[in-house]
């Protein structure tokens, strides 16, 4: 059975940084997608950064692109996500996601959810 756990999520002021961490068990990042998604209160949950394994394909929102980098280590079974000039607008939880037989990465094709972790970012 697959699990993900996220961590790493906090308050920070605008301008500063956080790195989230993506804990797999039953999984090992070998194929498939994995990636992060977030939602604000009030909004739709939506895609923040994704890895589609075995083309190393790389995509990112353009609301967050030059800013954010997803990147995994898979001796450790972990997704990072690297937050960097963070704005009051990133302020969402974040969730890990991923497919392991899909072939795409999207939001309602992910199979596994973490429980996420809170992001809060002051002006």
């Known amino acids: 059975r697959v699990q993900l756990v996220e961590s790493g999520g906090g308050s920070v002021q605008a301008g500063g940084s956080l790195r989230l961490s993506c804990v797999a068990s039953?999984?090992?990042?070998?194929?498939?997608?994995v990636g992060w998604f977030r939602q604000a209160p009030g909004k739709e949950r939506e895609a923040v950064a994704s890895?589609?394994?075995?083309?190393?394909?790389?995509g990112y929102a353009g609301s967050v692109k030059g800013r954010f980098t997803i990147t995994q280590d898979n001796a450790k079974s972990t997704l990072y996500l690297q937050m960097n000039s963070l704005k009051p607008e990133d302020t969402a939880t974040y969730y890990c996601?991923?497919?392991?037989?899909?072939?795409?990465?999207?939001?309602?094709?992910?199979?596994?959810w973490g429980k996420g972790t809170l992001v809060t970012v002051s002006s």
């Open positions: 996601a991923a497919t392991i037989t899909r072939t795409y990465c999207s939001r309602d094709g992910m199979d596994y």
């Open positions: 039953g999984y090992t990042f070998t194929r498939g997608c």
């Open positions: 890895l589609l394994i075995t083309a190393g394909r790389i």
